[in-house]
């Protein structure tokens, strides 16, 4: 069934995306939000009103109080190309819609007092954004070459409209769908409308759980650390040294590069440890060295903006041991010895050896991120532990695995298989999670519908001449 596998692949808010565009080609293949985007501001509040005050040529349509120019469509075509789609399936009237439909969510989203965007968020945005284009591209002169901009600032303007209105759109998407639920007999009802011989195929899943010991890290190796940091530091208040010139020499992460330098805010995805320690510090101010999940830090403190830091700071990572490392692998040896002479249960093993917080109160059952249940399809699992997986039998445990964190530190785990399922067709009771969330995304696809239709005819809609023959799925021509 054609719906049901279109559906699955939908992103919760890219589903839009089958509303607003022709309906020969399946729009998800759309890139949004890389356009240039010129704003015009309209006097009179009420979003019906005719718009009489802008030149008609080059203005491929507007929307309340958003133009979209054809410059606008050639913006997006060049995108799409740059992420490797074969743009010329795409018609001009697809990339139009699309850019009406992102319109639209911006436009009701400025309208919407419970929806805000502050200059700040939409600053702290483009700050990460472009220090991970720039580390992607390699230089600040090869992005701005790449954008076709003169200085920083022209490409931060730009990045600025850009990265506002996407996130007026995705919050008024958001909202549009918050409440929408779906209820068991709603998930049996729309499973019962599939005919059986169209019903999806699912993959072959399994259930899996992990046990982790880690290497400690010597007393000692720890003190070296905090007694290098304290000496940079010292050097830096007393003499004066370039707290930018140590972190390029010391620092051990990407913002080395940059002499340590970052812009923070309160609400970033930081160690709270680290956003502690920043926020307590006056301008100009070096901490002292301070431990957070990812070693010991000095951050210095450059300027306040509003609700912003920039700062800088140097991170250095205690090393773990031949000594701990052999230390942790002869404990899980034991472990797992344990386990398959059946001594003890891989749950209850997990439970009480495990070093992984996030599993070890639920006997290392991994979750999946995607779905949110413990079913992983074999496509989507880690390339170092599918093997391992693929030949496993339900309740059997693998020989130790070396992995290592995000900082690079090596660690030892074993794995189980607590269940495995076969590829097979969808099954209501085996299968309900994913049923239930196939039904909730059609019913959100309805809502997003149904309120573009009625938003469409209560805003201010003109399509320029070269678009009036278009086949839009939504009444923009409002016929």
């Keep these: 069934m054609k719906y049901i596998i279109n559906i699955c692949c939908i992103a919760l808010f890219s589903i ?13 293949l759309v890139v949004t939000g890389e356009e240039e985007m010129v704003k015009t501001e309209i006097k009179k509040k009420d979003s019906v009103q005719p718009f009489k005050r802008f030149k008609a040529d080059g203005v491929a349509a507007v929307i309340g109080d958003y133009l979209i120019l054809e410059t606008d469509i050639i913006k997006m075509r060049e995108d799409i190309k740059n992420q490797g789609i074969a743009s010329e399936e795409i018609s001009d009237c697809q990339l139009a819609g699309r850019l009406m439909e992102n319109k639209l969510y911006a436009h009701h989203a ?72 779906v209820t068991p007999e709603e998930v049996r009802q729309f499973f019962d409308r599939i005919p059986e011989d169209e019903r999806p195929q699912f993959g072959d899943e399994v259930e899996i759980s992990q046990l982790v010991i880690e290497p400690e890290v010597p007393q000692e190796e720890e003190q070296k650390v905090i007694d290098q940091l304290t000496e940079m530091r010292n050097d830096i208040v007393d ?22 330098q970052m ?11 680290f956003k502690q320690v920043a926020f307590s510090l006056q301008e100009g101010e070096v901490s002292k060295p301070f431990k ?3 070693g010991y830090h000095i951050i210095q ?16 990572m205690p090393k773990v041991t031949d000594a701990t490392i052999k230390i942790a692998r002869e404990k899980l040896d034991t472990i797992r010895n344990s386990i398959v002479n059946n001594k003890i249960s891989f749950d209850e093993a997990a439970r009480k050896y495990s070093d992984e917080e996030e599993t070890r109160g639920d006997g290392g059952k991994l979750i999946n991120p995607k779905t949110g249940d413990t079913r992983f399809e074999l496509t989507d699992i880690d390339p170092i532990i599918y093997e391992k997986v693929n030949s496993l039998n339900e309740g059997e445990t693998s020989l130790i695995l ?10 030892f785990k074993i794995i189980t298989v607590n269940k ?20 909730l995304r059609e019913k959100q696809i309805k809502a997003i519908e149904k309120w573009q239709k009625e938003n469409i005819s209560d805003t201010y809609v003109k399509v320029g001449e070269e678009y009036k023959d278009c086949a839009f799925s939504g009444n923009w021509l409002k016929q």
């Design 16 to 28: 839009t995306a089958l509303n607003a565009q022709t309906k020969a080609v399946d729009s998800s």
């Design 110 to 181: 400025l309208q919407d007092s419970t929806i805000t965007v502050s200059e700040d968020e939409v600053n702290n945005m483009i700050d990460q954004q472009m220090d991970r284009m720039v580390q992607q591209i390699g230089s600040m002169e090869k992005l701005l070459e790449f954008y076709r901009k003169e200085s920083e600032k022209d490409l931060k303007e730009e990045l600025f409209i850009i990265n506002k209105e996407r996130t007026l759109s995705d919050r008024m998407q958001s909202k549009i769908v918050s409440e929408i639920e």
């Design 239 to 260: 003499n004066g040294a370039s707290f930018a010139t140590k972190a390029v020499l010391y620092s051990q992460d990407a913002t080395s590069t940059k002499g340590g």
């Design 263 to 273: 812009t923070i805010t309160r609400k970033d995805p930081l160690d709270k440890d």
């Design 292 to 294: 957070s999940s990812f």
């Design 301 to 316: 403190l450059d300027k306040i903006r509003g609700q912003k830091l920039d700062i800088r700071h140097i991170i250095i």
């Design 402 to 411: 070396i992995d290592q964190t995000r900082t690079g530190t090596k660690f």
């Design 420 to 439: 495995k399922y076969k590829e097979h067709i969808a099954n209501y009771s085996q299968d309900y999670t994913k049923i239930k969330e196939l039904a």
